[in-house]
């Protein structure tokens, strides 16, 4: 008759279960590495390509070419402090950069949404578009980091106006990298209405941003677990 060893069977159970705590851990920590890979593809927004212009995805910053950097100022130049009925004002986009770029390559560009109505009317229709309820540049505009406009305010409403402002300056690599974006909000309310508060600076950028950074930090946790515990 086979003789089975009792040690042997008393050593069996304590194996088989560190074994299926093991593989539970893996197959957690696999859950999580995939749960935050779908978080950064849904968190990631949609640009369209950024030499033909930029849509409402636009509207939350540049974030495919990271956070905003302090090496670019965004400036909406010609706003009044507060504006007249029916009157046309003289604006110009600014982007001012420590990026240099290629000669003859991209510069960089823009994507503007105004909330209260009005008309814009900009210098060169070729460079710009409207696309998405807010003007963007489109490629031939976009050997340039300077556009200049004229916004006429509406006629019969005392609300207050809101300036959002995206501006992207590039160096001309035909990539991501070394690129740097900054953005200008600014409310202002008509002579005879309320006064408005300013609203904080790229808050909606911050928060995107942040769930981008927070996304890859699971992924990255999860990697970390995954190579462990091979």
């Not at 105004?114 to 807010?134: A, M, N, P, R, S």
Request: glycine share 10%.
């Amino acid at each position: 008759m086979e003789q089975v060893s009792l040690s042997s069977q008393v050593s069996k159970g304590p194996t088989d279960s560190i074994g299926l705590k093991h593989m539970t851990i893996k197959w957690a920590t696999s859950s999580v590495f995939w749960a935050a890979s779908l978080i950064l593809l849904l968190s990631a927004p949609s640009i369209s390509s950024v030499p033909s212009g930029v849509g409402q995805a636009g509207n939350e910053g540049c974030i495919c070419h990271g956070g905003a950097s302090v090496e670019t100022v965004v400036e909406l130049e010609g706003l009044p402090a507060v504006f007249e009925s029916n009157t046309t004002y003289n604006l110009s986009i600014e982007i001012q950069s420590t990026i240099d770029s290629l000669a003859e390559q991209h510069q960089g560009g823009f994507r503007l949404v105004i909330k209260g109505g009005g008309t814009v009317l900009f210098e060169d229709l070729e460079e710009v578009q409207y696309l998405e309820e807010g003007w963007t540049h489109q490629s031939n505009g976009t050997y340039q980091r300077t556009w200049n406009l004229t916004w006429t305010s509406p006629n019969n409403s005392t609300d207050p106006m809101e300036f959002t402002l995206i501006g992207n300056a590039v160096n001309g690599n035909q990539q991501s990298s070394g690129d740097a974006w900054g953005s200008f909000s600014k409310s202002i309310a008509h002579v005879d209405g309320p006064p408005v508060e300013q609203a904080p600076m790229n808050q909606t950028d911050i928060d995107a941003f942040d769930q981008l950074i927070f996304a890859i930090g699971i992924l990255a946790l999860a990697y970390f677990l995954l190579r462990t515990l091979k």
